[in-house]
């Protein structure tokens, strides 16, 4: 289930994440990927992280350069691959979509449907044959590991607009 699309303000928020170039599909090199953030969290004792994004920084299908980690409640120092960051504040597309993973790609398409038939704008950049997205990420606030029920995962889309 996916809500209406809308466009609203948003602050900035910090994160901290390691950065991957993948091929679609990835779910393999989660785990790892986030237990890396994990830890490097833990070890710097900083408390109160979460939950989990994913900022999508190229997509140029199947390949995506990604970053992958935790909101955190105030900037970080960051150590080897894991990496503080700031998602900016301005205009976004968001939607929330509640169901499998599996769907997350229809989803998507269908928040990109709904800004192209309302001639929104990304703040992106063509790279390669693909996009370079200033801000496009999605933040899970439950996920597998702490509700059983995969219709009940829920995924927030965020990507931020021009202007």
Request: charged content about 25%.
């Amino acid at each position: 289930m996916l809500t209406t699309p809308r466009i609203v303000e948003r602050q900035a928020t910090h994160y901290a994440a390691v950065t991957r170039e993948v091929r679609m599909p990835f779910g393999e090199m989660i785990g790892p990927a986030m237990g890396e953030v994990v830890g490097y969290l833990n070890d710097a004792k900083v408390e109160g992280f979460g939950p989990a994004v994913f900022k999508y920084d190229v997509i140029d299908m199947p390949r995506l350069v990604i970053q992958l980690g935790f909101v955190t409640p105030g900037p970080v120092a960051g150590t080897g691959s894991v990496r503080p960051g700031l998602l900016p504040a301005g205009k976004y597309v968001t939607a929330t979509y509640a169901g499998h993973y599996d769907n997350l790609e229809r989803a998507t398409g269908e928040v990109i449907g709904w800004a192209n038939r309302n001639k929104v704008e990304w703040d992106s950049s063509p790279e390669g044959s693909g996009e370079r997205f200033v801000s496009r990420f999605e933040i899970y606030p439950n996920g597998p590991d702490d509700e059983p029920d995969p219709d009940k995962w829920i995924t927030e889309i965020w990507i931020k607009t021009k202007g």
